[in-house]
């Protein structure tokens, strides 16, 4: 199992152990007077010293050499890796370590699973290794980081071994460097073994985007744009056309619209889908382009088969004016001044949150009217800055009890986008004090001077 030896890093200093003799021949003789016992004692110790010191001068070391080995394999389970190839990783793993690990000399074996992240399914162990089909770790497959991953099969080696890692993957990373983690591993001795997965191309379609205006005007027509994207090569002759339905929706607050619902084939390449519009009522709209492939099996994911966009279209000018649910109607002689104005007027309480920025997409001006800041959580909060910062919409904070410092906006981003500060930087200190007169009333200021 291991074998125990001494080593010395700077050999040369053993010459000095001729010196052993040397000593006790001068030495012997000079401490005659100490009797026999105790002069070959004091001779012992003397030769002990300066062996000692000998052996550090040639930094001698204690080494032990272990064959044992503890091998990790480690497995993509990301979503680019088909479910039947990664059943066969699992029974690859299986057969391997049952087949090939030396229990004799105490090999290790163990599996770490990856996608986004990566997780021990098996720590390392001497015993054979039975993973089930389904892996138990819990991790996000929706991306590829090996980097992560090879890190944490690192951390994983015994010390009192030699280390190996087997990676089984198809080599579509796109998150981290794992030629850099590699090397690492290379430098502290690790060697790295590549299984690669190699399968056909499955068919892949996306909704790439949902193109319309961000803003028109009432009764405007305009057009919106659905563009589909078959990834396969179309100059690739066994490449195949995917056929599927398109569902186009239209949404607003309090309805939804089925525009299009129909068969679509698209061939390799990008195919356009263009619709034409004409809103009358002003608001925002959000349109939702969803395709559903006919076989699931000519589409490799579903989670880009969907895509959003909205569009906001133009009235008279639109103000949100956000009031304390527990004051109501504080405001509503501002608000009826402003109506009168030919603006309209949305009110709405605290108690019913901001849920996005398209909520806000319909409004010029946000105000709020004495409302205080624990009425908003921080998401809220980041939603009024970028509604004001990226889409131009006014802000106006009205002053009261529960606005600026006094209602706990100080330190918030919304006080880094208002135009003043929320807190007084500067107070004037009026000092109190009291004045005594004395007056003296003796001889000497009698008449004019005392009057």
Not at 94 to 118: L, P, T
Not at 301 to 319: D, E, K, M, P
Not at 389 to 397: K, R
């Amino acid at each position: 199992m291991f074998e125990h030896s001494i080593v010395f890093t700077n050999p040369k200093w053993l010459w000095l152990l001729l010196l052993l003799p040397l000593l006790w021949w001068f030495s012997y003789r000079s401490l005659a007077g100490l009797g026999k016992v105790r002069r070959i004692l004091a001779l012992t110790l003397r030769s002990v010293v300066l062996l000692l010191l000998i052996l550090a001068l040639a930094e001698a070391q204690y080494k032990r050499v272990s064959d044992r080995l503890t091998l990790i394999y480690v497995l993509d389970q990301s979503q680019s890796i088909p479910e039947d190839q990664r059943r066969l990783m699992i029974d690859y793993v299986n057969r391997e370590v049952r087949q090939h690990r030396d229990a004799s000399r105490g090999d290790r074996a163990g599996v770490i699973v990856f996608g986004r992240d990566a997780a021990i399914e098996h720590p390392p162990h001497e015993g054979d290794i039975s993973l089930s089909q389904k892996i138990e770790s819990q991790i996000q497959n929706d991306s590829t980081n090996l980097e992560g991953a090879l890190r944490l099969a690192q951390a994983s080696l015994p010390e009192d071994s030699a280390g190996r890692i087997v990676v089984i993957c198809d080599g579509n990373e796109n998150q981290g460097d794992a030629r850099e983690q590699a090397g690492r591993l290379a430098a502290a001795g690790v060697g790295i073994d590549v299984l690669p997965i190699r399968y056909a191309a499955r068919g892949e379609i996306s909704v790439e985007k949902v193109a319309l205006p961000s803003d028109v005007n009432r009764s405007q027509p305009f057009e919106m744009r659905v563009v589909l994207n078959n990834t396969a090569d179309p100059r690739n002759s066994k490449s195949k056309p995917i056929s599927g339905n398109l569902k186009i929706v239209r949404r607003t607050d309090d309805k939804e619209e089925v525009l299009q619902n129909e068969p679509v084939t698209v061939e390799p390449g990008k195919r356009v889908f263009t619709l034409r519009e004409e809103l009358d009522a002003p608001g925002s709209y959000t349109y939702d382009a969803i395709f559903t492939p006919q076989e699931k099996s000519q589409d490799a994911l579903a989670q880009n088969n969907q895509a959003t966009a909205f569009t906001f279209v133009r009235g008279h000018g639109q103000i949100l004016f956000l009031e304390n649910s527990e004051s109501p109607n504080e405001f509503n002689f501002l608000i009826e001044r402003l109506k009168s104005q030919n603006l309209e007027v949305q009110k709405r309480g605290t108690d019913r949150p901001i849920l996005s920025l398209a909520d806000l997409q319909p409004f010029d001006t946000v105000i709020l009217g004495n409302v205080p800041r624990e009425a908003f959580t921080d998401e809220q909060i980041d939603m009024l800055v970028q509604n004001t910062h990226q889409f131009g919409c006014g802000l106006i904070m009205l002053g009261g009890e529960n606005s600026f410092g006094a209602g706990g906006w100080s330190h918030t981003e919304l006080e880094r986008a208002m135009p003043v500060d929320f807190q007084i930087k500067n107070a004037k200190v009026a000092p109190v004090g009291a004045l005594s007169m004395v007056i003296d009333r003796s001889g000497s200021m009698s008449g004019d001077k005392l009057a």
